[in-house]
Each structure stands twice: as C-alpha cells, then as structure tokens.
C-alpha cells in the first residue's frame, strides 16, 4: 500500500517512517554517539550528564542508554538510561537516519568508518568522499519533528475564582490545560500552585516519558526524576510531592487530566517530599524514586507521573499569607528540561546482531567460529 506522506500530520510521520530507523541503524548511531563529537552533538554531559567514560549502547527517540561499567553478582551488565519527554532526539537524527535509508543500497561503504556515518548523512560535517551523496527535494523529507510524539509535559489549572478550597480541589475537571508552555515566564504559578478562597487557583504538573525502549527483559530496574525551578513563589511554604496519573493521550493534556487516574486523598507517593528550602531557582533537583515509584516506570510504554503541592496531597487549605507557588522548566524549553534517569540490568543475550547481520548468519569471528565465542565486549551472545 502507497501512502501519500503529504496527508500525514508530522508526528504520525515521525511515527510511520522514522522511528523504525532508530532500530534498523542503530548500529551507526552508536558509534556515533560514542565520538567525541557525537558526546557534544547530544549534549551528554549537559543535559543527561552521563560519564565520557560509559559506553552508549543505545540511542532512542526519547533517551539514551550507556553501559556503567559494572556487573551484578550474577554477572549481568549494569545500565542506565536517560528519558526526556516530546522525543528530542528525533529533530536530531532525522535527516541522518532518512539519508542512510535512501542510500541503503551502499551500506557496504559504511562500515569502512562506521562513525561517520551518522554526521555525513546529518550534514554535520564535510561529506567524506567514501561515502554517497543524498540530494534530497523539499518532498524528500519531513517537516521538523512536532514535539509530542510519544510522550508529554505540562499543567492543569483549576482556576475557578472565589469558590471553596475543596471545591477546586475535587473538581473532575480543570478549567485550563497546557502542553506547550516553557516554565519560563516568570510567574509563580504556573507548574504548581495553591491558593486559598478568595482567588482559588490549584495547578497539578503532569510528565510523561516513553520508557519502552528499557524492554521486558529489564530488570533491577530503580530511577530519579529530576526537574529544574525557573521561578519560587515569593510566598512558596508548602513542599512537593509525586504520584500517578493517567492522562487522557500520550502526546497532549486536556482539562480532564486534572483527575484522570490519581487518587485525591492518601496518594501513594513516589519520592520522599521535597521541603521548600529543597528547592533553588536555576538548579535541577533530583528526586529518588521509592519501590512505589520503580514500580511505576514502564520497561515497554509510558512512564507516567503527577506533580502536586503538600497543601493538595493533604487536603491542607492554605491561607492567604501562605500562596504557594513553583515553576520548573518544561520540555519545550529546551535545556533544564524535565528527565527521568532509569538504573537497570540488561538480561543476558544481549548481542543480537553484528554489523547489521543477524548472530544466526555470522559464521566466524577473526577465524573464531561463531558457536566458541562466548561474549562480546561483556555481553553475552
């Protein structure tokens, strides 16, 4: 079946054409990855903050895995993996991974420098004469990757005016979501905020991460979510907490998200509250999920979780001296996003394919055959 691309909205293109790429090429995107160049290119020390050390073993759409140089008692690889929300690494790779499928007939050439590969296609550097040329037409390829592909940020606000504090609090229904605010607006309220009658104004934080990548046969499996204040409240007294949700869509919040699939009253957290004082503008926090929260991380779709001021975990009514008020950064941002650091073993096997061939079709390895050889680089085969 022929499908006309130009009907497609850029997210179901995102999700039709390029994300099966990341699987059949992953091969070059980790070599890539594991440059120098390519540690800049991805910002790992910046954003995911990951060790020059630790070998990338996998890049996805939404995050990056790396091996941490350490073993179980049994033996198995210890992993860590990185989640951002809205996909970032999409936009990143796209016309990579699109060239190195137009040019697929050559793959012989790539494997000469694997490592090239990846920035010759993504026109991230000189074109090196060893390898095709892609001339692409405005047809050719996808518009810029919309954020929500897979996963989601934002907020939903209940914000109904002089009405009782349990009213708000209860209500089904926010009367505002949003999904493409920034959280740098300078304003206090926008991730999470409490205020008393009068003006009541209640805001639960919503971040989702596409985990799916960590698989089924992930175990051990422990993480920290981290987030970055852009702005506290002049009057910010009360404390954060974490717990789930259930939003309606994956990729965008409705003003149903305000109570879709949280508990109101005795919550189960995820992390130890986080006090006031534990808070500083401009410097990313890091949360340590509990046995509640691990067991919230999906190893093969979405992550989900709800952030929600003490006063509203508790059903504690503040009063107007104590207008409680948060705002951290959001995917859209940028830089001091939102991400989700997840600590796992990778299950043994772990070697599928060499060179893009498959372990069955290898014979030999350096005049080795394939059935004594036992690992590869640590990982069993």
Known sequence: ?????????????????????????????????????????????????IKNNYRII???????????????????????????????????????????????EFKNSFLRKPEFVVPHFGGLITPRAWLPLVMRTEETFNPDADPENTSVDGYVSCNPGDIA???????ADALSA???????????????????QVSTYLIRGILLFDTS??????????????????????????????CACNPNSNTALAVGDYSAGMTLNSATEFVTRVA??????????????????????????ITKFMCRTSDDLDNDEPTLAERNGLEIYYADYGSNKPKLV????????????????????????????????????????
């Open 58 to 104: 996998k890049v996805t759409p939404d995050g990056i895995h790396w091996f941490t140089g350490e073993y179980t008692k049994k033996g198995l690889p210890i992993c860590q993996a990185v989640f951002f929300s809205k996909s970032p690494y999409l936009k990143k790779f796209r016309l990579a991974l699109e060239g190195l499928e137009i040019a697929s």
């Open 276 to 301: 006031p004082a534990g808070f500083t503008a401009n410097v990313e926090k890091d949360m340590t999920l509990n046995a509640s929260g691990n067991t919230a991380i999906s190893k093969t779709d």
């Open 213 to 242: 990548s960590l698989g089924s046969g992930a175990t051990e499996v422990s993480g920290v979510l981290s987030i970055t204040p852009s702005t506290l409240g002049a009057k910010h007294t009360s404390g954060l907490g974490v």
């Open 178 to 196: 949003s999904d493409t605010y920034d959280g740098n607006g300078g304003t206090d309220y926008r991730f999470l905020y409490s205020r008393p």
């Open 342 to 381: 997840v600590t796992y073993t990778s299950g043994p096997a772990g070697v599928k394919t060499i060179n893009e061939l498959a372990i069955a079709s290898v014979k030999t390895i350096q005049q080795t055959v394939i059935a004594n050889v036992k690992t590869i680089n640590n990982s069993a085969v």
């Open 165 to 171: 504090w349990a009213t708000a609090r209860s209500a």
């Open 1 to 49: 079946m022929n499908i006309d691309q130009s009907k497609l909205s850029p997210e179901v293109k995102n999700i039709i054409f390029v994300r099966p790429l990341f699987i059949k090429y992953q091969y070059y995107l980790t070599k890539f990855a594991n440059t120098k160049y390519g540690r800049m290119y991805l910002s790992l020390n910046k954003w995911a903050k």
